[in-house]
């Protein structure tokens, strides 16, 4: 009788998604039909063995990926009022997210496009200008979406002799702090804030090495 299956990885392993290209650490493993699905960074989605590969034997690209909840009251289709305009009514032809994003702060707007009834005249407008035609229980869908905010850094080359047992900042410290510096970068394109990137990524490095060697 074969012995049973266990999965590759485990709890606090930090991993790459192949699928996206981003770092995140193993927060839960489940079992279905006889195949390990793993939960990333307590996301609401389960990826297979196949999808993930550990940091220390990635060679590719990576990307930091951030999960936003957008919540979106008013369909598509669906006929409103807007404030200032009266009695004039509008039907929801679209809608987009902007996201703002600056060092230590970051927002999200959500801008709806309404075509007015009478002679098509089209008009945007923010979510808090828009009223709904009926009283009563509000409806609303919440997406959630991994939005991607940064450009990849190739991590084949980055090599770190030991620190010498110095603990440090924990991993999901280290990976805000990767968060932090890669959208300075990107904003400012100062190469201070690209260094500090790499350093990052080598700290990750160093800890995935001295986990493997215990």
Same mark, same amino acid.
């Given at each position: 009788?074969?012995?049973?299956?266990?999965?590759?990885?485990?709890?606090?392993?930090?991993?790459? %998604?192949?699928?996206?290209?981003?770092? *995140?650490?193993?927060? !839960?493993?489940?079992?279905?039909?006889?195949?390990?699905?793993?939960?990333?960074?307590?996301?609401?989605?389960?990826?297979?063995?196949?999808?993930?590969?550990?940091?220390?034997?990635?060679?590719?690209?990576?990307?930091?990926?951030?999960?936003?909840?957008?919540?979106?009251?008013?369909?598509?289709?669906?006929?409103?009022?807007?404030?200032?305009?009266?009695?004039?009514?509008?039907?929801?032809? *679209?809608?987009?997210?902007?996201?703002?994003?600056?060092?230590?702060?970051?927002?999200?707007?959500?801008?709806?496009?309404?075509?007015?009834?009478?002679?098509?005249?089209?008009?945007?407008?923010?979510?808090?200008?828009?009223?709904?035609?009926?009283?009563?229980?509000?409806?609303?869908?919440?997406?959630?979406? !991994?939005?991607?905010?940064?450009?990849?850094? %190739?991590?084949?080359?980055?090599?770190?002799? !030991?620190? *010498?047992? %110095?603990?440090?900042?924990?991993?999901?410290?280290?990976? /805000?702090?990767?968060? /932090?510096?890669?959208?300075?970068?990107?904003?400012?394109? /100062?190469?201070?804030?690209?260094?500090?990137?790499?350093?990052?990524?080598?700290?990750?490095?160093?800890?995935? %090495?001295?986990?493997?060697?215990?």
């Amino acid at each position: 009788m074969s012995a049973p299956k266990r999965p590759k990885f485990s709890v606090g392993d930090i991993v790459v %998604n192949t699928l996206y290209g981003t770092v *995140g650490t193993v927060t !839960d493993i489940q079992q279905i039909d006889g195949t390990f699905l793993y939960e990333i960074n307590h996301g609401h989605s389960l990826f297979t063995e196949q999808a993930l590969v550990l940091l220390s034997e990635f060679t590719g690209d990576l990307w930091i990926a951030e999960e936003i909840e957008i919540e979106l009251p008013f369909f598509l289709g669906e006929i409103v009022r807007v404030r200032d305009y009266g009695g004039h009514l509008f039907k929801v032809v *679209g809608v987009r997210t902007e996201i703002y994003r600056y060092y230590g702060e970051g927002w999200e707007e959500t801008i709806y496009e309404l075509k007015r009834l009478t002679d098509g005249w089209e008009i945007e407008v923010h979510l808090e200008d828009i009223i709904p035609l009926a009283d009563g229980e509000e409806t609303s869908v919440t997406l959630v979406q !991994d939005i991607v905010i940064a450009t990849p850094m %190739n991590t084949s080359v980055l090599l770190l002799p !030991d620190d *010498g047992g %110095n603990s440090g900042p924990s991993v999901d410290e280290l990976l /805000d702090m990767y968060n /932090d510096y890669k959208a300075l970068y990107e904003w400012f394109g /100062d190469d201070q804030y690209k260094r500090m990137m790499e350093m990052v990524v080598q700290r990750l490095q160093m800890i995935v %090495n001295h986990h493997n060697r215990n």
